[in-house]
C-alpha cells in the first residue's frame, strides 16, 4: 500500500510492524471503511484509541491491523 504518513514519509505497512501509530484516516484507508463506521465503533468500545491534543485520536498498529469493522445497520437510539 502505498498511503505514507505525511511527516514522516514511513509506509504505513512498515508502520503496522513496527507497531506503531495510525490515525483514523490512515487507519480507513488500510480497510476501506468510511471515518463513520470507525468513529461508531470507537463509540461503541470496540476500537480502543489513545486520544492525543483536542480531537486527534490514534490508534495502535497491532490493534489497527487485527481490527475488522463492525456489518449491519445500527438503529437510531
Do not use: H, N
Not at 510492524?17 to 490515525?23: D, K, M, P, S, W
Amino acid at each position: 500500500m502505498a498511503y505514507y504518513e505525511k511527516s514522516l514519509k514511513i509506509p504505513v505497512a512498515e508502520r503496522l510492524i513496527e507497531g506503531c501509530y495510525l490515525t483514523v484516516a490512515e487507519l480507513c484507508a488500510l480497510k476501506s471503511v468510511g471515518k463513520t463506521t470507525v468513529y461508531l465503533d470507537i463509540k461503541q468500545g470496540l476500537l480502543p484509541i489513545e486520544k492525543m491534543s483536542g480531537r486527534m485520536v490514534r490508534i495502535a498498529g497491532p490493534i489497527a491491523r487485527d481490527y475488522r469493522p463492525r456489518v449491519g445497520i445500527v438503529k437510531a437510539a
